[in-house]
């Protein structure tokens, strides 16, 4: 590859899976599995795939193809790249008066996370190199994998589907009711085999005292991590309160946006597992720079990841080129917009996750399955 690369069209796609049974969160409910898709194409014919983060609020989906096709797509044809981060540094200082303006500053920084990541997909493919192999030369073909979207009071069915498919390591979402959950989760661990590890996700749903009786009541329980049990923009001062109390790991990351409160949680050793989700903030260039910084900090890293089998692929990718003994984030729930692009059961094996073999991500094309149940498309060029 010779010379920059010239980005020559953009096009974005919503989906929208309907699901029989929806997704609980403590913050709200899925009712439909949401899903934007972007494929970045340059002026050799180039191109790469890269997904944007369309779960909340509920009519988020649509919205990010508009704001790519009017707002935040045209601005990339006016840089040549010979690096694929640096269309990220690029479109977030050029777009940061209009987010601040606007108030959308998450819309905002997932459209370019979707960019960055296409980007990213397309240098590699024009290399000949898998994406994980173009950020990483040594890095591993599998990564390890957990099993997560597990509401607690389905958790013994919902795992023992993930059991055959061959997962060991799950996470539960808790943060509905305090007492359920913690009958419930002591009932996990007293039925789970010794190879088995449980993690626990609150979803923010706790303050701190609420957050400070499940660390008490579970500390002869040995959870992998408890994830956000408190909101992630509370103070310093209650993370260290909980922090110091709690006899597990604290995780979190997905909720961070940006370089500085990567640093300042990583620096002040508040969280022990990093989470940050690649389709919200960051796509590969912020997670992988976050990542690498995690291991320099002896803190696991964790890609946080709910959503299609775009941006799953790509947590994949990006775990295996930061190494490190950390989990790729696999939701068991059913998902077309994930399942499309290949079947959990098949990626996972004895070594976790399996990685793409081709160049880039792997994906050269939507499944044509899909086409129903897109709702919105936009192309810029």
Same mark, same amino acid.
């Not at 988020?60 to 704001?67: C, F, K, Q, S, T």
């Not at 269309?87 to 303006?101: C, K, M, N």
């Given at each position: 590859m010779t010379g920059p690369i010239h980005i020559a069209r953009i096009n974005a796609y919503s989906f929208r899976s309907p699901i029989t049974e929806p997704i609980k969160t403590s913050f709200g409910t899925m009712h439909d599995r949401p899903a934007v898709f972007v494929r970045v194409e340059?002026? =050799?014919?180039?191109?790469?795939? $890269?997904?944007?983060?369309?779960?909340?609020?509920?009519?988020?989906?649509?919205?990010?193809?508009?704001?790519?096709?009017?707002?935040?797509?045209?601005?990339? &044809?006016?840089?040549?790249?010979?690096? %694929?981060?640096?269309? &990220?540094?690029?479109?977030?200082?050029?777009?940061?008066?209009?987010?601040?303006?606007?108030?959308?500053?998450? %819309?905002?920084?997932?459209?370019?996370? $979707?960019? =960055?990541?296409?980007?990213? =997909?397309? &240098?590699?493919?024009?290399?000949?190199?898998?994406?994980?192999?173009?950020?990483?030369?040594?890095?591993? =073909?599998?990564? %390890?994998?957990?099993?997560?979207?597990?509401?607690?009071?389905?958790?013994?069915?919902?795992?023992?589907?993930?059991? /055959?498919? $061959?997962?060991?390591?799950?996470?539960?979402?808790? $943060? &509905?009711?305090?007492?359920?959950?913690?009958? /419930?989760?002591h009932r996990l661990f007293e039925e789970k085999s010794n190879d088995e590890t449980i993690a626990a996700d609150a979803n923010q749903a706790w303050d701190v005292e609420d957050a400070l009786k499940f660390t008490s009541q579970t500390a002869t329980v040995p959870l992998a991590w408890l994830e956000e049990p408190i909101p992630a923009d509370s103070s310093a001062y209650d993370w260290r309160k909980l922090n110091k109390a709690c006899p597990y790991p604290l995780a979190g990351g997905e909720n961070i946006v940006d370089f500085r409160g990567f640093e300042a949680a990583m620096k002040s050793a508040l969280l022990q597992v990093v989470q940050p989700d690649i389709i919200k903030w960051g796509g590969l260039t912020g997670s992988l720079a976050v990542g690498k910084k995690a291991l320099t900090h002896g803190l696991l890293y964790c890609p946080h990841f709910l959503g299609g089998g775009i941006g799953l692929q790509a947590s994949a990718n990006l775990l295996s080129a930061v190494g490190g003994d950390g989990l790729l984030e696999v939701d068991v729930n059913p998902n077309p917009l994930r399942d499309g692009f290949g079947a959990t059961s098949s990626c996972i094996g004895r070594q976790g996750w399996t990685c793409n073999k081709d160049p880039g991500l792997g994906i050269t094309l939507l499944p044509e399955e899909l086409n129903t149940l897109r709702t919105h498309d936009a192309e810029v060029s």
């Open positions: 340059d002026t =050799d014919g180039a191109f790469g795939w $890269g997904e944007v983060f369309a779960n909340w609020p509920s009519a988020a989906a649509e919205h990010r193809v508009n704001l790519l096709a009017r707002d935040i797509g045209p601005l990339a &044809f006016e840089y040549p790249l010979n690096h %694929p981060s640096e269309l &990220f540094y690029a479109l977030t200082e050029r777009t940061h008066i209009v987010a601040l303006q606007s108030g959308e500053w998450g %819309p905002f920084r997932q459209v370019i996370a $979707g960019l =960055d990541i296409a980007v990213w =997909d397309l &240098f590699a493919r024009k290399s000949g190199k898998t994406l994980r192999r173009f950020m990483n030369n040594t890095a591993a =073909d599998d990564v %390890p994998a957990y099993a997560s979207g597990i509401h607690i009071n389905e958790a013994n069915t919902l795992i023992e589907k993930a059991r /055959q498919i $061959g997962f060991t390591n799950f996470k539960v979402k808790v $943060g &509905f009711n305090l007492e359920v959950d913690l009958t /419930q989760l």
